[in-house]
């Protein structure tokens, strides 16, 4: 773990490390020194399943999960659809945030995929979080992306810090500042979109060309689809992202924006978006 956590440090802004165990490790504590205070990374882990003990066949109630309660790294607390506090949860002082850790669909071991439960799968949601913020603010250090999500947290619980959830659920659209417009009108489908706020163009990032994203209501048929996609020239349905239930358009490229403004005016389209492109930044 240790030589896992320098060579993170050395390569990437943030480290996610849904793992752990009871014990402290001063080779594990400096590791983290390292990527923390030398490398100025920003390290994200679990808080630990020992909210109920036989969940992870822990000791006792609220064992501490290291490397959790080290002081330089943020650990985080899971909650579930309804933002309470997932029974397995560890609560303690040294809680920092909460995120979403229960029935999480997820890639699977040997292939596959499956929905899992545990603090290790509310971590990498802070985590990735934290990567959208130092793109969109890539001068921040590692302490302002972690106050921008600690002060745009959802506040659960107690007012303020709390042992259960920290300073509360992460929400993404508050800590990039993105905008939300919706329009629901009587005896027509709801449709909404996350924009960017207006002094950021958000044509400029680059996106793969020729290639929608589409999600459609619930309710609406195969043959409706089909339907409402024959009155566009050139576009197809490519293949589909079961998890999510979202259709992936091949479209003709340079389209790729006049195209995504007529299919959010579509009745039954929940949002249609650009397939972006990611990189890694060494």
């Known amino acids: 773990m240790a ?20 014990d402290d490790s001063s080779t594990l504590r400096n590791a983290i020194n390292y990527a923390a205070d030398t490398r100025g990374r920003l390290v994200v882990t679990a808080a630990g399943n020992c909210g ?3 969940f992870n066949r822990c000791a006792y109630v609220n064992q501490p999960f290291y490397p959790g309660p080290y002081p330089n790294v943020m650990a985080v607390a899971a909650v579930n659809s309804t933002d309470s506090r997932a029974s397995f949860s560890t609560e303690g002082a040294y809680v920092d945030i909460a995120a979403p850790g229960v029935s999480i669909y997820n890639t699977y071991m040997n292939g596959g995929y499956a929905s899992e439960s ?37 506040d659960l619980g107690t007012a303020g810090w709390d042992q259960q959830y920290g300073w509360g659920r992460i929400d993404a659209r508050a800590a990039l500042g993105l905008t ?36 459609f209501g619930a309710g609406i048929s195969t043959a409706s689809i089909h339907q409402a996609l024959d ?49 890694l930044i060494r």
């Open 3 to 22: 030589s896992g956590v320098t060579f993170a440090a050395d390569r990437a802004n943030v480290l996610n490390l849904s793992l752990g165990g009871p």
């Open 52 to 54: 109920d003990p036989y």
């Open 118 to 154: 545990g603090t290790s799968q509310a971590a990498p949601h802070v985590a990735g979080l934290a990567a959208l913020i130092w793109a969109r603010y890539p001068t921040y250090t590692a302490a302002q992306v972690r106050a921008l999500m600690e002060n745009t947290a959802v």
């Open 180 to 215: 939300f417009s919706g329009v629901t009108a009587v005896g027509q489908a709801k449709s909404a979109r996350v924009e960017l706020l207006p002094s950021v163009d958000h044509h400029e990032a680059d996106i793969a060309p020729g290639r929608l994203l589409v999600k």
């Open 231 to 279: 009155s566009f020239s050139g576009v197809s349905i490519e293949s589909q992202i079961v998890a999510l239930d979202v259709q992936v358009l091949r479209v003709p490229v340079g389209q790729e924006w006049s195209l995504i403004d007529r299919l959010r005016a579509l009745p039954g389209v929940e949002y249609a978006e650009p397939d972006y492109v990611v990189q």
